[in-house]
């Protein structure tokens, strides 16, 4: 009885499924279309006028009474009007019906003139003449109704942004002669007055109403403009405080001619945990062939009423643990003028230490030179008109480390400075295009607190770009000098001096194993080498990177450069590759990469560098 109902279960769902499918193909097959006698732009514009094919007899009847009509309406719009169409139908008793559209385009339509005038007070606005001087239609051109379309979209919209709510055309149309196969364009906009912006209101905040009106770019009866309304959108984004931000005109409300703006805001939590996670992979001269990191980051975007925030980052990579702490006060603007407090605890490791065996008449690896670092420090940092980021600061460190059978513990009190400056191409994870640069020098002095004299200055820049869509370029550079007498160089803390390798300096070679080394007598009496890190540092790199779909690309990179002193200059190359997952949280990138040169310290090598973060 089972196995019966189950036959006649299966029979109705072959029955049923044979049904579906004949009825797909005959809603898919009941006319094919041919189209002949124009170039394949042509052809995909009557394409797209005369429409999905029919999918049953009465639509393919009413399709075939419309075609002609829609095609000469096709031509008509990209500027044919002496077109000649000749349409030819095969019917057949089974299989779909065949339809032939032959097309003599004949000459189009060229523009003889095209009139754009303009009346209001947008005669003043300089931002409608950078419009016209944009335009790259002229006379001489084949008339498309589409461009003109767009013509009159783009300065309705431009209009509409920058005040003129009043705007409308008092004449608007083209003018065709057959006779000739011209066309004129008459455009005339009146513009009206232009409105200016009124009282903008916050809701929804917790924050005391100073901070939020630092942030508007814009004085209550100023001319009205949309993109002051984005900048004022992008400060409010860019603090941090808010997880979602509606910025209204209020035209409804207009009066005498002010636009009042509302803002409304939600808080973001109280907290935020971000994780993030990388190694490294590779056979480098350093302790460990498997580099594990671990970041956790903690924020507290809103302390308190005045707009403080702190955040606090944790790393740990095996015998590398980092706890830093950052808390910020804004001081006269809450984005470019803010004061920072830091604190941190570091523990790192750097170069190699190696000790010579007899036996193997070779230098075999027994470590890192380790250090222990306290600092506490303040800063001011603010922001210039011209969107460059400077700062000054006042940090205090000391440092433990064993170097050469010595022990060491300096203490510094260094004077900063600095600037940087970043321009994207856009606001993306994954920007197309852009370049950042960042310059600083720090001094330290005896008399001032510190160990030794030490003036210490680094710039570092990189630069993206994009062509083509799919052909991205980053190029990145890092340099850096410490300047100091020679007596005193063992005194420079380890975190102040220059290492090479790793996946932000040269790939291929594991974190921080290359630099400038010393030979020396261990307290056995035997020899050691030590990569103790160098004064200068030169670091360059060049990649290129393919997209094999917006989320998915290929690189391919060359790395070069090296720690140095002035008598011990070593360049080090690198060469690879590696795919890159552009992930809704950032770039994610799996880079292998290879060691072209052996040293005296260090074996060629290669590396599996897995990183995740924005290049800008």
Known sequence: MLTNYLKINLFILIAITVLCCKTVVAADDWLTIKITGVKSSVEDNIRAHIGTPPANDVQRRAFLFTVEDYTTEALESIGYYHSKIELNVIEKDKGPWQLNINVDAGEPVTLQWID????????EDEAFRRWLDGLTIKPGDVLHHGKYENIK?????????????????????IKINRDNNSAQINLHFSSGKRYHFGEVNFTGHTLNSNIVEELIPFETNTPYA????????????????????????????????AVPIKVELSPRPNHSIEVGAGIDIG????????DPKLRITWRTPQVNRFGHKQESTA???????????????PLSHPLDDQLK??????????????????????????GQLESEKYQLGVIRQFR????????????????????????YSPSFILLGFGVSKTQRGDNSLDPKSGIRQTYSIEYADPFLGSEIRLTRLQAKLKWIDTFFDKHRFVARLDMGANLAAAENIPNIAPSLRYFAGGDQSVRGYSYQELGPYTDYINNEGGLSREVIGGRYLVVGSLEYQYYLTPTWRLGTFVDAGNAFDTDQFEPIISVGGGVHWISPIGPIRLDLGFGLKETETVDRSFRFHLTMGTDL
């Open 341 to 366: 407090l830091r604190v941190g605890i570091l523990r790192d490791k750097y170069g190699l230490t190696q000790d010579y065996s007899v036996d193997d008449r070779k230098f075999k690896n027994t």
């Open 283 to 290: 056979n480098g001269s350093a302790d460990n062939s498997i």
């Open 384 to 407: 210039t008109a011209s969107n460059w980021l400077m700062g000054y600061s006042l940090e205090a460190m000391r440092e433990t480390y064993y170097q050469e059978n010595t022990n």
């Open 226 to 257: 949309t993109n002051q309304l984005s900048s004022l959108n992008r400060n409010l984004l860019d603090t941090g405080y808010f997880s979602n931000i509606k910025v209204l005109p209020e035209t409804e409300n207009i009066n005498n001619g």
């Open 315 to 329: 790393e740990w990579s095996p015998d590398r643990p980092k706890l830093l702490t950052t808390y910020t006060i």
């Open 153 to 173: 979209s783009q300065l309705v919209t431009l209009a509409l942004a920058r005040g003129y709510f009043d705007g409308q055309f008092t004449r608007s149309e």
């Open 116 to 123: 754009i005038n303009f009346d209001g007070d947008m005669l």
